[in-house]
């Protein structure tokens, strides 16, 4: 029972470089979403796909662009990465986007540790 | 906008003691409230929900109760084990508009000691 899958779990980056982050679910679920995490910051949300064929921007969009390739899959892309990049990112499902349910848990991967030097 | 606040630690108790992990919300709406935990080096999993006010959420001996009146959805347990080390984080999700996705709380760095 895989969950949410992301992929790689580790990266170090040049400044400059892009990166492609990858993520998967396997539970047939709707909504999909990119936070990320910082000492002392909790984490934010970075962009969302309610369902497939529509993403959005949330808390902390610049830098980062996004796309839902199917309903499996939504990854995350850095163009041209930047040091306050430095960060874990998480993607996460649910079942609904909250406009339909917003009683449903979101459900994370394990995370992509990611340094830019 | 939505907010939440917890305290954020560490927090340090020895074995057996009880727990609580103050959360407090601000909402528009009537939003759903959850406990997520994250063990070192993993992602975060669901601890725990609430979906309206007087709901009480339990899991693994942990409860958390939504308190309309005070905003609050406060963690508890009466007797935590070393496993129980990790970060909590508060968080609600608001179906009443806006962007969608959890707000979350910074986390309370929970240490206990044998």
């Known amino acids: 029972n895989a969950g949410v899958t992301q992929t790689p779990k580790f990266q170090v980056l040049k400044t400059g470089q892009s990166m492609t982050l990858q993520c998967a679910q396997d539970?047939?679920?709707?909504?999909m979403y990119w936070y990320r995490q910082d000492p002392g910051m909790g984490l934010r949300l970075i962009y969302y796909?309610?369902?497939?064929?529509?993403?959005d921007k949330g808390e902390v969009p610049n830098g980062y662009n996004v796309s839902r390739l199917n309903k499996r899959e939504f990854s995350l892309r850095l163009e041209s990465a930047a040091p306050s990049q430095t960060s874990v990112y998480f993607c996460?499902?649910?079942?609904?986007?909250?406009?339909?349910?917003?009683?449903?848990?979101?459900?994370f991967g394990d995370g992509t540790r990611l340094s830019i030097l | 906008g939505d907010s939440v606040t917890q305290m954020e630690g560490p927090v340090t108790l020895s074995e057996e003691a009880f727990l609580t992990i103050n959360c407090t919300y601000t909402?528009?709406?009537?939003?759903?409230l959850f406990w997520y935990v994250q063990y070192p080096g993993e992602g975060l999993q669901l601890l725990l929900k609430?979906?309206?006010?007087?709901d009480k959420g339990s899991n693994k001996g942990f409860e958390a109760t939504y308190r309309k009146e005070t905003t609050s959805f406060h963690l508890e347990k009466g007797s935590v084990q070393v496993s129980d080390s990790a970060v909590y984080f508060c968080?609600?999700?608001?179906?009443?508009?806006?962007?969608?996705?959890?707000?979350f709380g910074k986390g309370t760095h929970l240490i206990i000691q044998p």
């Open positions: 996460a499902s649910s079942v609904l986007p909250q406009v339909r349910s917003g009683n449903q848990p979101q459900h």
């Open positions: 539970m047939n679920h709707n909504s």
């Open positions: 796909s309610a369902s497939e064929g529509t993403t």
């Open positions: 909402a528009t709406g009537y939003p759903s």
């Open positions: 609430a979906t309206k006010a007087d």
């Open positions: 968080a609600l999700r608001n179906s009443g508009g806006g962007a969608d996705g959890l707000t």
